[in-house]
């Protein structure tokens, strides 16, 4: 009888170019997780354009209209985003366009006070950066149609330079802006200046100097119509 051959098991990961080949996918697998995620993309939305009247800065209406009326407002706060969408239109239509008031934006960065990352004040430096190509508002309406939950990173200048980008401005400019500060304190002397006048919360509209108290668009109708009245039998 022949005697028995032991069978000898060979090991799947001894074989020199398996283990090789192993270390290599190991090595690959962060290497593909950095990849895709460099290939996310942030896509905001980009409104279609509105017609201000005779934008200048951060002002739009009349030169020579009778009332001048003022929104201190955060870019991250849901209560200007509201304004926005749902008084600001009726303004512009009933106030604004006909040349009866004008109508200046304050940046007032206040919900950010105790993030590291400035959203806030990043997103009113973002538009005066814009506002150096002109495109104030049209930027105005795109950090407000793509405003999400306070201080969750929707603000970082990576996503600026993209809706810069959405609009068709100079990126490369706009990104120089935004990166080296150049608005950074002026975003902070007019908080000062907003908050030096008594203002508390955004949005809040002052009317001629005066900080108005409303709680529907009828009774800011009523207080314009009233002052415009007033100013015109002057």
Known sequence: MKPSRKRTQKSFFRSPGIMLSAAAGILLIPAIFLLLNNRSTYTP???????YPNPDGLTIG???ALLQLEEYSDFQCPSCRRFHESIFPLLLEEYIQPGLISF?????????SSS?????????????CAADQDSFWPFHDVLFANQGTPNSGQYLPKNLEVMAEGLNLDTAAFSDCLSSGTYTGE???QLFLGLQEGIQATP????????????AYGELQEILNKTIEEAQNL
Request: charged content about 25%; glycine content about 4%; hydrophobic content about 45%.
């Open 62 to 64: 009349s030169s020579e």
């Open 187 to 189: 975003v902070e002397k």
């Open 45 to 51: 939305v980009i409104p279609g354009p509105v017609e």
């Open 116 to 128: 590291p990352d400035r959203e806030s004040h990043l997103a009113a430096e973002a538009a005066l």
């Open 204 to 215: 809040t509209l002052v009317l001629n100097g005066e900080i108005l108290e409303w709680a």
């Open 104 to 112: 200046t934006y304050k940046p007032l960065p206040i919900l950010d």
